[in-house]
């Protein structure tokens, strides 16, 4: 009876008790690392928060047209929150990994190296993703200005297709970056830009010259000014 | 302030070491002109012969890479002065051909011009169209005696065109360099300037040169950098002003961001000046004025208003960003109207210009951006005003600039309530004189 008692109910309660004992620190330095990264977190996003309000970073950036653009894009907040929030959000990923690891579990070790290893992929994508989508803003605002400045009718929808353009470009590469279906962004970019090319060269060489050719004058064409120019001396 | 020299060629620091120094210089700055340069170069040598014979004179053509042989065509042009019986030349006219360095423009050209000067310590200069074909021996002294024995610092020119002819100079620079600096320079972007050596050289030691003053922005930079810096200015009567239609090529938008960038940069760096200018007053004018005719202008007001119409369509967000709401919403209300009855009043033109101009200050979007969507509302008072002097005289559509130059002068608060609310404090003494006479004015736009 004894025996049936050591080995049936003692030793499993021993042995979970050796791994509790075993576990525990590593839990307690989890939640350590857990309280030090939120607080870490709080404290750094408060301060870069304030900084940036105090050496003037949203003024720098509503000249820049930045604000004007996230306003555009639904983003309310202004830049120097965004970026406080971003560094907040950035830290509490990182300790909680850190915190993770500190279990020491080869699963979740696992899990966190490949996640860490990610993170690059990541950053590089939104960077990617941000700069197409400024730069974007910015030639199409260009364009737009040019078309209406050369008098052509549809100059909104030549600055669309700019901005579009730009912003799936950007956004293929950013999908690249992260490994996401490699295969079928390139393709489908390849044969989207293919088939644009392709009916634009069927449209003017083989299926309707005289269509086409009414429809692009009729479009594109700017106004006449061969038969009505004026010699008006702007200078 | 700055004392860097600006680059010239080995052959002209050479010609520079021959010569040494001189009394006069005139810089004609060209770029493909075969067809009318030989007639400026002599009706500038004949001016020099004939009315500063005892003066050591210099010609300069800066010339931006000419492919038609303009320069030689410069270095061999010949004068016969027994024909023009001017006997008693006394000194030989030097001449320098040189190409210039820097951004492409007229700007860069007048930049090597004025180092020139600054090397060879001349007392006065003098600035002329490669392009004209109006040009007489008379403008060269009419540019340069004011400087020599009037004491003056700048003459800009003064002539007579047609009332469609200038309409940048006629909607913008003028009335907008008179509000701002009191001056009234009738052609403050003119193309043909006097002015000392000592103010080429302070234009030398000012860090403009890669900006749009490097291009077409040169002209009214000139002007205005010459009444802010407190020179003594005055105009002179030239006659009626005919030169080579423009390059076909060259683009209104481009030609109005230079000038309209130019005059807002000014804003920014001599704030100090205009925000205490109050009223203007007027410039002497030296020569003698006379009638000549001149050449009717074709002008096509429906294809302007199409233009103008069509910016209010699609650049509705950049006009919104660049307008006050108020001056936007009354744009937005000529949509509906006629060609015939869309035409934008001074009073909301003004408003547009001083809207603009602060949004420039405040950088609220890309500068380049700003200036370029301003072009269809150019063209949209460029038709209002050929609308409104339909029929007119050339005097009474005169009037009609006047009273436009009055209405940006009176408004001058609307311009310092938006450019800089800091600044207004600093002027709320003047304002508060003024406002009620500009809300009193500007009522109609609201009504």
Known sequence: ?235 | MSTSLTPLTAQTEARLQEIGSADILVGIPSYNNRDTVEHVVRAVSVGLAKYFPEHRAVLVNSDGGSSDGTPALVARTAVDFQRLFIGDQQSVLHRIVTPYHGIPGKGSAFRTIFEIARRLQVRACAVVDADLRSISPEWVELLLRPILEEGYDYVAPYYLRHKYDGTITNSLAYPLTRALYGQRIRQPIGGEFGFSGALATHYLDQHVWESEVARFGIDIWMTTEAIASGARVCQSFLGAKIHNPKDPASDLSAMLTQVMGALFASMEQHESVWSRQQESQPVPLFGFPYEVGIEPVHVNVAQMVSYYRQGLADLEPIWLQILADDTFDHLRNLQGTAVGDCRIPDELWVRVIYDAAATYRKRLMPREHLLKALTPLYLGRTASFVQATQGLTSTEAEEKVEALCQTFERMKPYLFEHWNPQALQSVRPVLLRHTAATTTAAGGVHE
């Not at chain 1, 605002?141 to 008098?151: C, K, W």
Request: proline share 3%.
């Open chain 1, 1 to 235: 009876m004894n025996d049936f008692i050591s080995q049936a109910l003692l030793k499993p309660l021993e042995l979970l008790g050796h791994q509790v004992l075993v576990v525990l620190p590593n839990m307690l330095a989890m939640g350590i690392i857990l309280l030090g990264g939120c607080f870490t977190a709080w404290a750094l996003g408060f301060f870069i928060e304030r900084l940036l309000r105090v050496i003037g970073f949203d003024h720098l950036c509503d000249r820049l047209g930045i604000n004007a653009a996230l306003l555009r894009g639904g983003v309310k907040t202004d830049p120097s929150r965004l970026v406080g929030r971003s560094l907040y959000w950035t830290v509490i990923v990182l300790a909680s990994i850190a915190a993770l690891g500190a279990l020491n579990l080869a699963p979740i070790n696992q899990f966190a190296q490949s996640l860490l290893a990610y993170v690059p992929h990541l950053v590089t994508a939104a960077v990617i993703l941000l700069a197409g989508y400024f730069l974007s803003n910015f030639i199409s605002r260009a364009v737009l200005i040019a078309a209406v400045n050369a008098g052509l009718p549809p100059a909104r929808l030549i600055a669309a297709c700019s901005r579009w353009g730009l912003q799936i470009l950007a956004g293929a590469m950013a999908m690249e970056q992260l490994g996401i279906a490699q295969h079928i962004v390139v393709v489908g970019f390849g044969i989207t830009l293919g088939g644009v090319v392709l009916a634009g060269a069927i449209a003017f060489g083989l299926g309707a010259t005289d269509l086409a050719k009414q429809f692009l004058e009729r479009r594109l064409a700017p106004r006449s000014k061969s038969s009505t120019a004026d010699d008006l001396h702007h200078w």
